[in-house]
């Protein structure tokens, strides 16, 4: 059970949407449109230009590939925007 603050925290704060992608993928790119298109506000990170982000990424989703998203603790990696959307809609992420 959740304290109160960790209630207030959890259901207040906005979850953070992260797109894992590099400047050439063109996976990355629908990616970044179909998410745009949608309304949802998201951080991209270009792990070709941040090998910190690189690390990050491949530590968070035990691969390598971009495209990579993690919206909190889950997280959707290298994939078309069908299963973007089926990631979406089955975790309740809305914009």
């Not at 090998?51 to 993690?70: H, I, N, W």
Request: aromatic share 14%; hydrophobic share 40%.
């Amino acid at each position: 059970m959740l304290t109160r603050l960790e209630a207030l925290v959890y259901f207040r704060l906005p979850m953070q949407l992260k797109l894992y992608s590099r400047e050439w993928c063109s996976w990355c790119i629908d990616a970044k449109d179909f998410l745009a298109q949608r309304g949802y506000k998201f951080v991209e990170i270009d792990v070709g230009k941040d090998r910190g982000a690189y690390a990050e990424m491949a530590e968070l989703s035990a691969q390598t590939y971009v495209p990579t998203f993690v919206a909190g603790d889950k997280v959707l990696a290298n994939f078309d925007t069908d299963q973007l959307e089926k990631f979406l809609n089955e975790h309740q992420i809305n914009p």
